[in-house]
C-alpha cells in the first residue's frame, strides 16, 4: 500500500470511528502505524486530511474499531466506570483493548448457562463498553457479532436472541446498530457480575 493509499485508508476509520474532535489527531497517527506495519508513526500533511475530510457524514458505527486504538486504556475504563459504577478493577478482569478494540476477557462457559444467555452478556459487555469508553452513540451490529464468533457464541438465532436486552435497544433495517438506554446500566452491572462469578447463578 502507498503512503497516500495508507493515508487515505486511515483516515477514513478515524471518521468511521466517530472520535471526538479533540483525539482525531492521535488517533489518525495511531490509524496510519496500524495500517503501514510500522512501528513508527506517519504525520499526516494537509493534503490527505483534506482528502479524508469529505466522508464526515458516515456513521459513527466503525466497521474497523483499530482507529481507537490511540485513546488511553486508562481513559478507557474510567470512562466506563465513570458511566456505570462498576470499578475499574473488575473492567479489567472482564474487559480488555486489542489494538483499541474492546474484546470480552472470559471462556464461554463463564457468560452464561446457555447459548442465548451467553450472546447476551456478550452483547451487553461490548455494546456498554463501546459506548461509554470510546463514546460511540450507535454501536455498529457487526462489532458484537464478531466478538460473538470470536468466542463461539454465535448462531443463526442472534439477532433474536439479542432482540430484548434491557436498556440495549437494536435498531435499524439493513444496517443494524445497538443504543444504550439507562437500564443497560443494570444490565452491564449484572452481566460483570456474571462474567466474575459473584452471582448466585454464576456460583450455582
Known sequence: MSVSETFKT??????AAGLPEHVQAAAF???VRIHSGSPGALEPTTKERQSGGGRGHESKSAENGKASAALDSGDFFKAIERETGVSVDDLERVIFLNDGVPQVNAA?????SSLKQQQVTATTLITVSRHFGLNESDVGDKHVRDECKRLSVFDRNFATNVKNIPGVLQTGDRAKVFKVRTAAIETFTDAVALVLGTTAE???
Open 108 to 112: 464461554r462457559r463463564k457468560l452464561g
Open 29 to 31: 497517527v495511531e490509524a
Open 202 to 204: 454464576a456460583e450455582s
Open 10 to 15: 486511515a483516515w477514513a476509520d478515524v471518521v
